[in-house]
Nanobody
Framework: QVQLVESGGGLVQAGGSLRLSCAAS????????LGWFRQAPGKEREVVAA????????YNADSVKGRFTISRDNAKTTVYLQMNSLKPEDTAVYYC????????????????WGQGTQVTVSS
């Protein structure tokens, strides 16, 4: 029902920036929660930031507050994650996800997932 494709990952030095994009298609507006998650090897998947198409609800993980910003272009059904002041500990596969229920920070509540994009931050 909702298809998600991430892009923008890559290799960056510590202190640098990257902008991830998530293009949603299908019945994109049927999604309530729009989230960015990340998973590093050997670690559980964790929420980075989440929002809704309306922007009335938003969540940001403490570890990225002040550095990452989630935004969206509703007309293009695209969600972005601007990542600044990147740290080596930000290295992970980043996933875009969409939920059809009221779920922002819990991965279990998301129904649709992209394939992920690798972000590697070198020290």
């Amino acid at each position: 029902q909702v298809q998600l494709v991430e892009s923008g990952g890559g290799l960056v030095q510590a202190g640098g920036s990257l902008r991830l994009s998530c293009a949603a298609s299908g019945r994109a507006y049927s999604a309530y929660g729009l989230g960015w998650f990340r998973q590093a090897p050997g670690k559980e998947r964790e929420v980075v930031a989440a929002t809704t198409w309306s922007g009335r609800n938003q969540y940001n993980a403490d570890s990225v507050k002040g550095r990452f910003t989630i935004s969206r272009d509703n007309a293009k059904t695209t969600v972005y994650l601007q990542m600044n002041s990147l740290k080596p500990e930000d290295t992970a596969v980043y996933y875009c996800a969409a939920s059809t229920i009221l779920s922002l920070q819990n991965a279990e509540g998301y129904d649709y997932w992209g394939q992920g994009t690798q972000v590697t931050v070198s020290s």
